[in-house]
């Protein structure tokens, strides 16, 4: 019987982890806070992601399209594809990804957001936003 609880946590466990097309393991736990300094005019934000899901329908997709729109109001972003670039993922301590880090103007790291579940979206758009308005 033990055994049988063993299997099912392992079974859980793999289908969880199975995240996006590409495979990568998402979490979807709750969002990160490095610091709860207010962000500001001149902070960045960088993205790790598979970037081929760009377009795809599933959180990953999503999270990339939310970045690239706060850029496009004039955050700076910097993307880190993790299909051609892991040692910038390790950089940024990433272990899970879609990852969004957002920096203050020393570079010094004020909120991550890991994975892609509801809760993990909604705040990190609220920072996004935060940091365009900021912008302007």
Known sequence: MKNMGALLLLAVGLVG????????TTHDGSPSTTSSAPLRAGG???????????EDSCGCGAIIRE?????QKGVPTQEI?????????KRYRV????????LDTSGKELRRYEGESE???????????????AKK
């Not at 982890?17 to 990568?24: F, I, K, L, Y």
């Not at 970045?67 to 850029?71: E, I, L």
């Not at 594809?81 to 993922?89: F, I, Q």
């Not at 272990?95 to 957002?102: Q, R, W």
Request: net charge negative; aromatic share 0%; proline share 2%.
């Open 17 to 24: 982890a199975a995240g996006c097309r590409s495979g990568e």
């Open 44 to 54: 960045s934000v960088v993205l790790v992601a598979n970037l081929g899901e760009a």
């Open 67 to 71: 970045v690239r729109a706060a850029s």
């Open 81 to 89: 594809d993790t299909r051609t670039n892991k040692d910038g993922a």
């Open 95 to 102: 272990t899970v990804v879609p990852a969004v880090v957002l």
């Open 119 to 133: 809760e993990t979206m909604k705040n990190m758009k609220v920072d996004l936003d935060a940091l365009a308005s």
